[in-house]
T-cell receptor
Framework: SQKIEQNSEALNIQEGKTATLTCNYT??????LQWYRQDPGRGPVFLLL?????KEKRKERLKVTFDTTLKQSLFHITASQPADSATYLC???????????FGTGTQLKVEL | DVKVTQSSRYLVKRTGEKVFLECVQD?????MFWYRQDPGLGLRLIYF???????EKGDIPEGYSVSREKKERFSLILESASTNQTSMYLC?????????????FGPGTRLTVL
């Protein structure tokens, strides 16, 4: 069955450093991968999408890589700030009926 | 600005009660989804709908039903609430024409069943 793995342990980093989050998947051949941010008590918010034929995508301080051979995506936040503290979810698609399959998320804490 | 709203942020119900969770989107999206989110289990799809009056089971439909009478509104129904349905419920919508299935989420309803 399809499986998406994100590090369940919280990632604690110091302000100004680069945060790197990992999303691994098995038994899946996604056409694209998405990253969402979720704050406590809120719904996820879309951040970035990367397609299977793209190696890297950037948006301001965010960078996503996608390696379909390793079946892995890395999500980087450069010059991290305390305001970046949140849970980050990866999602793979497409699924039938335009569904996405979500990972469980990794909590990021950026400390002063 | 896109918007998905849910009828309640917090809800407390008793075991056996019938519970209605309402979701409304103003983006004219065809697709709508209901998830529940529990610690360590992530987002699990309960039901989704790709058109008015159409519905499809997700991964965990047992104990739930849905209704979509209008394009902008998707309701989740707990026929007889049980304590194991205590959870955060999230509604989302997307447009198939976007070719990316980006989903827009509501703020969530935290349901407690006593």
């Amino acid at each position: 069955s399809q499986k998406i793995e994100q590090n369940s342990e919280a990632l604690n980093i110091q302000e100004g450093k680069t945060a790197t989050l990992t999303c691994n998947y098995t038994n899946y051949s996604p056409a694209y991968l998405q990253w969402y941010r979720q704050d406590p008590g809120r719904g996820p918010v879309f951040l970035l999408l990367i397609r299977e034929n793209e190696k890297e995508k950037r948006k301001e301080r965010l960078k996503v890589t996608f390696d379909t051979t390793l079946k892995q995506s890395l999500f980087h936040i450069t010059a991290s700030q305390p305001a970046d503290s949140a849970t980050y979810l990866c999602a793979l698609g497409p699924g039938g009926g335009n569904k996405l399959t979500f990972g469980t998320g990794t909590q990021l804490k950026v400390e002063l | 600005d896109v918007k998905v709203t849910q009828s309640s942020r917090y809800l407390v119900k008793r075991t056996g009660e019938k519970v209605f969770l309402e979701c409304v989107q103003d983006m004219d999206h065809e697709n709508m989804f209901w998830y529940r989110q529990d610690p360590g289990l992530g987002l699990r799809l309960i039901y989704f709908s790709y058109d008015v009056k159409m519905k499809e089971k997700g991964d965990i439909p047992e104990g739930y039903s849905v209704s979509r009478e209008k394009k902008e509104r998707f309701s989740l129904i707990l026929e007889s609430a049980s304590t194991n349905q205590t959870s955060m419920y999230l509604c989302a919508s997307s447009s198939p024409s976007g070719l990316t299935d980006t989903q827009y989420f509501g703020p969530g309803t935290r349901l407690t069943v006593l």
